[in-house]
Each structure stands twice: as C-alpha cells, then as structure tokens.
C-alpha cells in the first residue's frame, strides 16, 4: 500500500470512529433526558400516593398520556408504576441515584424486578454501562448470580496481576460456572465435558463473560520434542491476555496448580505476543475446598484462579454466608468500576 492510501484510509478512519462517538453522545443525551423524564413522572406520582390518591389515578394518567402522545411508547400503567418504584428506591440512595442516567430504561426495570439488595443493584448497573451488556445478557448475570460469584471468587490476582489490568482480571473469573445448557449426565468424564463446552461454544463464552474469544480446544504446546495439551485455549480482550483453562471433574488438588504454572510459563514464552500480557490460568473443578485453594495459592507467582462447575442454575445456599460484608462490598466495587 502507498504512503498517501495508507494516509487516506487512517483519514476515513478516524472520522468514521468521530461519527460513532457522535451517535453515542447523542443516544447517551437522549437517554438521559428520558430517565430525567421517568424520574419526575415518577415523583409525582409518588407525592400523590403520600397524599391519598388512590391506585386510580395512574390508570388515568397511562390512558391520558397515550391520547395525547400516540406513538409514543413508556405510558403503560406498567411502565408508570415502575417509574414510581425507581424514584422511591433510588431517591435516597447516595450510590444509586447518581447512576440513574447510566443505563437505559429497559435495564434499569430489568435491575429493579430482579435485583432487591442495592449493592447488587450498584454492581450491575455499574457492569452493564462499562461492559456494554444487552438486556438478554444481563438477565443472563443476574440469573447465574454473577454479583455473588465475582465477590467470592478465588485467585491471587492481588499479587500477580498488574495493577492497570488488576480490577478487570478480579471480573475475568468467577467462582463458580453454570453449564447448564450442557444437557450432561450426573457422571460425566472430562473430556466428555471438554467436547460439550466447545460444541455449546456460544453459551459457554456467554457464561465465561462476553470479553472471552475462543481459540481452541486441546491447544497444543511443545518443549523438546514433548507435546502438551492444554484442555481450553481463551483469550480475554480487555486483558489482552491468553487464559488457560484446565477442566476437572473432581475435587481441587494442590497438584493442579503446579500443572497450570508450567502451563502459563510455555505460553509465555513460546506463543503469546509481545504487546500481550502475561497469561492467566482457571482452573475449573467439580468441587473445591477454599481453605484448600487458598494455601496452595499462596505460594504462585503466575495469575491463577480455581473455580467450581455446575450443571444446574441453582446457587448453593452457602454462598449467602460467604459474601463479605457491606463496607468490603462497596470498596471493591469501588476500585474495579472507578
């Protein structure tokens, strides 16, 4: 290519990327407007309740507004009393008011039916707006308990990661993964497990977490004329880094954290490219032992993280009782999403 058409095609470039972020602050603009709008219809209606109204009136109002504005969609009475629960919920919430504007309404609704804590309220708000999550991928968090699993996960980010890309890789991991789109049996085998992920490619990604690209299955790496096998090749495109996963059907042992290091240590050196970061490694396993976990990951150098697998949508109960508390919550919110 000639240095004027390389010129000339960074010059289109560049003012297509101005018209996107055109379009964007607008919608952005619009967005806002109308969640100022939703916010004083839902005042009002509000007020009137304080003052004795009754249910009736807002009926009425759905009915008035929708002859007036035809075309115009938001005046169900669904939609209306919906308004009067996000300005009840949110108008004295230091931490959720200030965001109101963030997210389109859909969300918001999608968040307020689902969602009752604030917390979780703040975390997915917080997640849709810098992920750019759809409303199907967000009910798709929620849904699997995201909020829960990414306060509880276990790795040593904290030690081996960066701190530029240290927040974005506490998000990168869960806990715990639902493949319950599997369709497998009680017992299964590993590589049984391995050839259902890839042939539900699209579902497991989506459960990974939508910055996750495939690159292969069985990925083969080679030191002095040894082959090797690492059961799923990712790459995370916000980290730039390849993610190494090792799928077990089992419970966690310590030996599977030595086998990642020399995993992630190969892929370092010999595949990833230079503008890359270091890679990662999660291990997913059928069970775990925290403390089990948390010992053997005190003595890693390199970023990994030891996950559960399910197969079924349910959260166990004691998940409840792991969740840090409310100041921890709101300062590790704070850090990944300031």
Known sequence: MSKRKELQTTFIAEIKEKVRQAQYDALKIVNVHLINLYWEI?????EKQ????????????????????PGVGGFSTTNLWLMAQFYNEYKGDENLQPLAGE???????????????KLERKFYILSTKKYGWTKNVLIHQIENKTYEKYLI???????????????QGYLAVKDEYTFDF???????????LENALVQNIRSFLLEMGNQF????????????????????LLYHRQLQCLVAIELKIGEFTPEYKGKMEFYLSILNDKIKLPNEND???????????????EY???????????????TTAQLPKEYKKLLPNEKEIIKRIDENFG
Not at 42 to 46: D, T, V, W
Not at 103 to 117: A, E
Not at 153 to 167: G, V
């Open 42 to 46: 839902g005042k009002s209606i509000s």
């Open 50 to 69: 304080t003052e004795s109204w009754g249910k009736a009136i807002v009926p009425a109002l759905s009915k008035e507004l929708q002859k007036e504005f």
């Open 103 to 117: 997210i389109s309404w859909t969300k918001h609704t999608v968040i307020l039916s689902k969602c009752k804590d």
């Open 153 to 167: 996960n276990q790795t040593n980010f904290e030690q081996t990661l960066p701190a530029s890309i240290k927040s």
């Open 182 to 192: 599997l369709n497998l049996s009680k017992e299964h085998s590993e590589s049984q």
């Open 213 to 232: 690209t495939f690159v292969g299955n069985q990925f083969k790496v080679e030191i002095e004329g040894k082959e090797y096998f690492i059961d799923l």
């Open 279 to 293: 890679s990662i490694g999660i291990i997913i396993c059928k069970e775990k032992n925290r403390t089990v976990v």
């Open 296 to 310: 053997s990951l005190k003595s890693c150098n390199m970023p990994i993280g030891v996950a559960t697998y399910k």
